[in-house]
């Protein structure tokens, strides 16, 4: 995919990025959440600004879709009187942190990313999923 030209002439779809995390019950952070209903707050992404587009992040929670949360994959604008000369890099190459909030409750979340345009790519470095552990237990 690190190429210069990431669209492909005469096979559509072959540009189109997507991934898609296995299901999680966050037992692997505490035992005691596996077993517990999550109230689901925010998604946060670190980024690489790719391109003036949007990466779409689905949630699915207990195996159906919620929601689609947008996040633009564009440079982050540089404000003038915020750097620090020698200190803040001026311009890209740097990571971005976007928060978006999230709705839902249930005991799994899997996480499908994906960008609509041939040709459009992005750089995840890392997502955070802000809940909240709810009342119900799973029988």
């Not at 096979?11 to 299901?23: K, L, S, T």
Request: avoid cysteine.
């Amino acid at each position: 995919m690190d190429q210069a030209g990431k669209t492909k002439v005469g096979f559509p779809g072959v540009g189109q990025a997507r991934y898609q995390y296995n299901r999680t019950d966050f037992s692997h952070l505490d035992p005691s959440l596996g077993q517990k209903r999550k109230l689901f707050d925010a998604l946060t992404i670190q980024f690489k600004p790719t391109g003036l587009w949007n990466l779409s992040v689905d949630s699915i929670i207990d195996g159906r879709y919620h929601e689609t949360l947008l996040f633009s994959m564009g440079n982050s604008a540089f404000i003038l009187g915020t750097s620090h000369l020698g200190i803040d890099k001026l311009g890209g190459g740097g990571i971005t942190t976007v928060r978006r909030r999230m709705t839902g409750s249930g005991y799994w979340l899997s996480l499908a990313g994906y960008v609509s345009g041939e040709g459009q790519d992005f750089s995840v470095v890392k997502h955070y999923v802000n809940m909240r552990p709810g009342g119900e237990e799973q029988r």
